[in-house]
C-alpha cells in the first residue's frame, strides 16, 4: 500500500505573492505521491475551474501549480 499526503490550507484573500511561494514549494514536495489530496480555502475568486483561466496573477499561477 502506498502514502496518501492530505493537506488544508487556508490563504486570506490579500495575502502577498511572497507569502505563496511556501505554499508551492510544499505542494512540488508533495506531488509526486500517488493520493495527493489538498482541500481548502484559496481565496483565488476569480478562477474558472471550467475554463482553467483567471484574471488576476497569482490565480493564474494557482491554477498552473494544481
Not at 16 to 39: G, N
Request: charged share 25%; glycine share 4%; hydrophobic share 30%.
Amino acid at each position: 500500500m502506498g502514502d496518501s499526503v492530505v493537506g488544508v490550507s487556508y490563504r486570506p484573500p490579500d495575502q502577498e505573492e511572497q507569502v505563496d511561494e511556501p505554499f508551492y514549494r510544499q505542494l512540488k514536495v508533495a506531488s509526486p505521491s500517488q493520493a495527493l489530496v489538498i482541500m481548502g480555502d484559496f481565496s483565488h475568486p476569480d478562477n474558472c475551474w471550467k475554463d482553467n483561466a483567471a484574471r488576476h496573477t497569482q490565480s493564474r499561477r494557482f491554477l498552473a501549480e494544481h
